[in-house]
């Protein structure tokens, strides 16, 4: 791939502030639009942009295919372990209640523990699809 | 007043836009008008108080289809001289006029019965919806009620999204992901496939 200053400096420049947007909306989407859908795919879309910008196999080398697989299953077993803790405290399954001290507190720490791992689930898929389309063009 | 005026405005640029991609026949374009369309999109729904729903179109809508759109275009072989043939018509162009010109009456005419736009006495709102916005900040401390909704009373749901977002992956590895020599992949056929 041809070299061009002009989009690796805005490239770089733009990357850091995406995902810090990305985090933002995952950590934030309790109180404002958001959550973890919308922060996974937005992180994604950073290390995509990362990858046109600087090529595949530098994307890559800061992810590689093989932790995206297991960073996938991990987001799922991350919100099926809640409902799993949930289950062996006595409650429902995917009852936040009993995480916490009180009420409001288990469902604090459940909702953001599983908007954790739909973020994670969502922005390792993203990249999986995108390497998978982008990785049959290099042959 | 100006809702009326952004809502015409964003409604008139998405029949423009997709009057524009029907009559286009460069695929690359075609796949930039989609992602104009989706961002026009989250516009409208941003206009309609729906912010969740315009980040998730204008992230998945405009940026993560577009660019999987543009990396497929990238995998297809450059079309032959004659972009395609079409088939010579077999009826009269009037035809499918006035079946367009019926069915899309006919669906004009339904919604006529549809409550307006934020009725608070529609079906929507009479359900489950009015307990939501009651219980939903006393209940998990969660401001904003869709999160609330998506992540605890709907929880469920939302873990059935996960393994669907989960599973597509892994139909895309099982279907053309994994890096394979290149040498492997042609003596099995891949070659071919992919011409075909």
């Not at chain 2, 873990?159 to 099995?188: D, H, N, Q």
Request: glycine residues 10%; without cysteine.
């Amino acid at each position: 791939m041809k070299p061009n200053l002009i989009l690796h400096v805005i490239a770089k420049f733009v990357i850091p502030l995406i995902i810090l947007f990305a985090l933002y909306v995952q950590f934030h989407g309790d109180f404002g639009p958001g959550g973890g859908f919308q922060a996974g795919v937005i992180f994604s879309a950073a290390l995509i942009l990362y990858s046109l910008v600087f090529g595949l196999d530098a994307a890559e080398k800061i992810i590689p295919s093989s932790w995206l697989q297991k960073l996938a299953a991990l987001g799922v077993m991350i919100y099926a372990g809640v409902g799993v803790a949930s289950l062996l405290l006595g409650g429902n399954y995917l009852d936040y209640t009993l995480l916490g001290s009180n009420q409001i507190a288990g469902q604090h720490l459940g909702i953001l523990l599983v908007e954790l791992g739909v973020g994670i689930t969502v922005a390792a898929v993203m990249l999986i699809l995108f390497f998978a389309f982008a990785g049959r063009g290099r042959e | 007043m100006i809702d009326i005026v952004i809502n015409v405005t964003l409604l008139a640029f998405l029949a423009i836009t997709s009057i524009a991609i029907l009559r286009m026949t460069n695929l690359f374009a075609i796949v930039m008008l989609y992602g104009i369309f989706s961002l026009l999109s989250a516009g409208l729904f941003v206009v309609m108080d729906a912010p969740d729903v315009a980040f998730t179109e204008a992230a998945v809508g405009a940026g993560i289809s577009t660019v999987l759109m543009l990396a497929t275009l990238a995998l297809v072989k450059k079309p032959q001289k004659p972009y395609y043939s079409e088939a010579p018509r077999a009826h009269r162009p009037w035809l499918p006029l006035i079946v367009v010109i019926i069915t899309g009456s006919a669906l004009v005419y339904g919604t006529w019965d549809m409550p307006g736009f934020g009725a608070p006495d529609s079906p929507a709102q009479t359900h489950v919806a009015s307990y939501y916005i009651d219980n939903a900040l006393e209940e998990t401390g969660v401001p904003n009620v869709v999160t609330a909704v998506l992540a605890s009373y709907r929880g469920f749901d939302t873990l059935g999204e996960v393994v669907v977002v989960y599973t597509a992956a892994v139909a895309v590895l099982l279907l053309i992901g994994g890096r394979r020599p290149k040498k492997v992949a042609k003596s099995k056929g891949e070659g071919k496939q992919d011409e075909a």
